[in-house]
């Protein structure tokens, strides 16, 4: 059996979104910003996705531009953010995915700003007290704080940090890579100026993004050479993508709630089969439903010799699995998620996380596998 449990790193194509992408790939080629019919055609492919995309979210079509994909997104938000509205201090966390951390500190490191890390407790949560405190005395700071941790899934109360931004006049950056299309963002509601996406987090296509930025605030191009993107993003839309993207966040929002109940009975029934036949298992992060994403379950193995080899181990049985983000694998940089948190860097971890096409059957094989690596007898 090949189980995939690595969706948190990218998860397979809806079949769905690959008849609407093969559509157009095999009808529509032209350049949406040609004027002609042909490239007329493909730009109401593109704002129609627009459009999709902002229903859902609660927000206007002229909020949403389209990117490459969480990463250019983040960066957008963060660089033109500070650029643009003269932010000389930023607040982020130890935690966050390095698209934001290696951002920010490459901007303190040009001494553009001056940046603070709120603290977090040994599970991820942020101390939100130690935040009003960063905030104070700084005219206007950018915050950028995650919705759900891509390690260890634990969630962030996004509703209070804005609150908390509101209050000291702060401009809030939340990636929302993890948590889009799996969680509602009502964004006539969230007080936030900037949240992202990435299509291949929720069975779309890789390449391809979006960024939301709220009406009330106004930033530059990140990446100039056209006027596409109402003059906000240059360079010819990745038109196929966008659609593919759109298809997916429609069906994400259409079957959310079948699906947080199956994937979360899934992560549940996974807890309680390791605890049951490893002895000494535990998880790193929040694992109470309401506190984490039901997507993603951090494990953190006891103790054992040739731990570095326990994911190849898994790779052998079949079994797709990551030690932390993927935009890390490969390397051998522990994850700065368990080091930020003080995690036990002696016991070996695993992130699993499901979609909605794992099975309970699949779960049990894993987990069989996991006594066979470990030589634990039940």
């Known amino acids: 059996m090949r189980v995939y449990l690595d969706n948190a790193a990218t998860t397979p194509v809806d079949p769905e979104v690959l008849k609407a992408m093969y559509q157009v790939m095999e009808n529509s080629f032209g350049n949406p910003s040609s004027i002609h019919g042909h490239g007329r055609e493909v730009r109401t492919l593109v704002e129609k996705a627009r459009k999709t995309v902002a ?49 920010l500190e490459a901007m303190q490191k040009a001494g553009v700003i001056e940046l603070d890390f709120v603290e977090v407790d040994e599970k991820g949560n942020i101390n939100t007290e130690h935040l009003e405190t960063l905030l104070q005395g700084h005219d206007r700071s950018l915050v950028s704080l995650m919705h759900a941790n891509n390690e260890i899934g634990t969630l962030t109360d996004i509703e209070l940090v804005g609150d908390i931004c509101e209050k000291y006049n702060a401009i809030y950056h939340c990636d929302t890579v993890q948590t889009m299309a799996h969680y509602p963002h009502d964004m006539s509601k969230l ?8 299509a291949h987090k929720f069975h779309g296509p890789k390449g391809v993004g979006f960024l939301h930025i709220n009406h009330k605030i106004k930033i ?6 056209g006027s596409q993107e109402r003059n906000m993003r240059g360079g010819t839309e990745n038109v196929y993508g966008i659609v593919g993207l759109a298809k997916a966040l429609e069906i994400a929002y259409a079957e959310m709630p079948q699906h947080q109940a199956h994937i979360q009975e899934l992560k549940s029934y996974m807890m309680a089969q390791l605890k049951a036949s490893v ?33 190849f181990s898994l790779d052998i049985a079949g079994i797709s699995a990551s030690g932390g983000s993927a935009c890390s694998s490969g390397t051998d940089i522990g994850s700065h998620v368990l080091t930020g948190i003080g995690a036990n860097p002696l016991r070996p971890a695993v992130r699993f996380s499901f979609s909605k096409y794992n099975t309970k059957e699949e779960v049990d094989y894993t987990v069989e596998k ?8 039940v």
Not at 220 to 225: A, I
Not at 293 to 308: G, H, I, K, Q, R
């Open 55 to 103: 229903s859902l979210l609660h927000t206007s079509p002229a909020e949403i531009f389209f990117t490459s994909g969480g990463t250019e997104a983040d960066n957008m938000a963060i660089r033109c953010g500070i650029a643009d509205h003269g932010i000389k201090h930023a607040i982020t966390s130890k935690i966050e995915h390095h698209a934001v951390v290696h951002t």
């Open 191 to 198: 007080k936030m100026q900037f949240i992202v996406g990435a």
């Open 220 to 225: 530059k191009p990140l990446l100039y050479g």
């Open 279 to 311: 002895p000494g298992i535990a998880f790193n992060g929040e694992t109470d439903p309401a506190k984490s994403l039901y997507t993603v379950l951090n494990v953190s193995f006891p103790e054992m010799e040739m731990a570095d080899m326990l994911l």
């Open 370 to 377: 996991i006594k066979e690596i470990c030589l634990v007898k």
